[in-house]
């Protein structure tokens, strides 16, 4: 059975995908926190920094994947 985060339609190296969910969960359980705050530690924020600065993360990219998701709700959903 796939899990979330074993494979990924957006990067093409895995680890990127699951450091993706692992910076969505963290600073989505502290939405209001600044990220040193909410990921509790600084290997953690390092982490996130470094990761939003890889040239291979483009916002571009992670936004196209929410937009097709988005679609493919709305068209199950026509009546």
């Given at each position: ?43 953690e924020s390092q982490s ?10 483009k916002q571009t990219d ?6 097709e998701a988005v679609v ?8």
């Open positions: 059975m796939d899990h979330p985060g074993d494979k990924s339609e957006i990067f093409q190296d895995i680890r990127h995908a699951k450091r993706l969910r692992k910076t969505l969960l963290v600073l989505s359980e502290h939405p209001a926190e600044t990220v040193p705050k909410a990921s509790g530690n600084a290997s996130i920094y470094r990761f939003w600065s890889n040239k291979k993360v992670l936004l196209a994947s929410h937009r493919k709700r709305c068209v199950g959903r026509r009546e």
